[in-house]
């Protein structure tokens, strides 16, 4: 399982990928952070409750370095729904890296801050809680002078503008724009964009969506080989034609009205033209619920 979940992150933790994210979300395209200019670094730490050490794992980690002194840490949290905690684990995750600079074998060191970027991959709401400390406490009006306040930086991907949008040059845009698309008109109609990191971006667009049939379709060879993301749609429909074929000729007739492959084939290709990917995932191996869009879509009227 940790082998999988580090495998859908291996997007973010290109260079190319992490400066670019950055730089459009923070300097709004202005390419102030390089590629070069970033360097790994561990995303696990450790904290001490209970008398126990529990370890703590960002998503995504890097330290934004100038001739070798770290200018900051930066760091990505990856979500599919809000979290309502999300301001208490962030202030967690940063605390653990301040905690670390305040260790004395650090203290000629300089000091940098620490920026945790929560990326919510949402498509069906809006971030809907706090996104900062006091938005979660209940806090006596004596005390709040007294009380810190900690603000998230949380970026609904599926909800930037087109402006914004437009201004990401790496293999993330195909991500933004496939939840914009399937947000505002539940297709997905991709952009003859080229794809370097062909792979991972279907590994994160499948662990983002829910969906494994991008993960699974890295393993057709036309997949393997393409590098635009309308030619893997493409494939992806040919699989699923085939695919189609082959049920058609093993089910034959389906409640005395399937009569043959095409409407299955075709059922198929509306789904994934629409990227409706849970629906084809499950069509594909549940009979009932496969007759039952085969009647939603009015595919049977032909066969009555």
Same mark, same amino acid.
């Given at each position: 399982?940790?082998?999988?979940?580090?495998?859908?992150?291996?997007?973010?933790?290109?260079?190319?990928?992490?400066?670019?994210?950055?730089? =459009?979300?923070? +300097? &709004?395209?202005?390419?102030?952070?390089?590629?070069?200019?970033?360097?790994?670094?561990?995303?696990?730490?450790?904290?001490?409750?209970?008398?126990?050490?529990?370890?703590?794992?960002?998503?995504?980690?890097?330290?934004?370095?100038? &001739?070798?002194?770290?200018?900051? @840490?930066?760091?990505?949290?990856?979500?599919?729904?809000?979290?309502?905690?999300?301001? +208490?684990?962030?202030?967690?995750?940063?605390?653990?890296?301040?905690?670390?600079?305040?260790?004395?074998?650090?203290?000629?060191?300089? &000091?940098?801050?620490?920026?945790?970027?929560?990326?919510? +991959?949402?498509?069906?709401?809006?971030?809907?809680?706090?996104?900062?400390? /006091?938005?979660?406490?209940?806090?006596?009006?004596?005390?709040?002078?007294?009380?810190?306040?900690?603000?998230?930086?949380?970026?609904?991907?599926?909800?930037?503008?087109?402006?914004?949008?437009?201004?990401?040059?790496?293999?993330?845009?195909?991500?933004?724009?496939?939840?914009?698309? =399937?947000?505002? &008109?539940?297709?997905?109609?991709?952009?003859?964009? +080229?794809?370097?990191?062909?792979?991972?971006?279907?590994?994160? @667009?499948?662990?983002?969506?829910?969906?494994?049939?991008?993960?699974?379709?890295?393993?057709?060879?036309?997949?393997?080989?393409?590098?635009?993301?309308?030619? =893997?749609?493409?494939?992806?429909?040919?699989?699923?034609?085939?695919?189609?074929?082959?049920?058609?000729?093993?089910?034959?007739?389906?409640?005395?009205?399937?009569?043959?492959?095409?409407?299955?084939?075709?059922?198929?290709?509306?789904? /994934?033209?629409?990227?409706?990917?849970?629906?084809?995932?499950?069509?594909?191996?549940?009979?009932?619920?496969?007759?039952?869009?085969?009647?939603?879509?009015?595919?049977?009227?032909?066969?009555?």
């Amino acid at each position: 399982m940790q082998e999988k979940d580090i495998t859908q992150k291996m997007l973010e933790h290109y260079n190319d990928v992490f400066a670019d994210i950055v730089n =459009v979300l923070l +300097f &709004n395209g202005e390419r102030i952070v390089k590629e070069n200019s970033l360097i790994d670094t561990p995303t696990v730490s450790s904290l001490k409750m209970d008398g126990h050490t529990h370890h703590q794992n960002r998503d995504v980690s890097k330290y934004w370095q100038h &001739n070798k002194i770290n200018i900051a @840490m930066l760091g990505f949290e990856n979500q599919t729904s809000p979290n309502k905690l999300m301001p +208490f684990r962030v202030i967690s995750y940063d605390g653990a890296e301040y905690g670390r600079q305040a260790n004395k074998k650090h203290a000629d060191e300089d &000091n940098y801050p620490v920026i945790t970027l929560v990326l919510y +991959f949402g498509y069906s709401q809006r971030w809907n809680y706090p996104k900062n400390i /006091l938005g979660l406490l209940n806090v006596d009006d004596r005390l709040k002078p007294f009380v810190s306040d900690y603000n998230i930086n949380v970026f609904e991907i599926a909800f930037l503008d087109e402006e914004k949008r437009k201004l990401f040059k790496s293999d993330f845009r195909v991500l933004v724009d496939y939840l914009y698309q =399937v947000r505002t &008109n539940h297709n997905y109609n991709p952009e003859k964009y +080229f794809v370097q990191h062909m792979q991972e971006v279907l590994d994160l @667009m499948s662990a983002m969506t829910g969906d494994t049939i991008f993960e699974k379709s890295i393993e057709n060879t036309k997949i393997k080989e393409a590098h635009y993301m309308c030619d =893997v749609i493409h494939a992806m429909i040919d699989e699923g034609v085939e695919r189609g074929r082959k049920e058609g000729r093993e089910e034959g007739i389906q409640k005395g009205k399937l009569e043959g492959a095409n409407i299955i084939i075709r059922l198929y290709e509306i789904l /994934l033209n629409e990227g409706s990917m849970d629906k084809l995932k499950r069509a594909t191996k549940d009979e009932s619920y496969r007759y039952e869009l085969l009647k939603e879509y009015d595919l049977l009227k032909d066969f009555s």
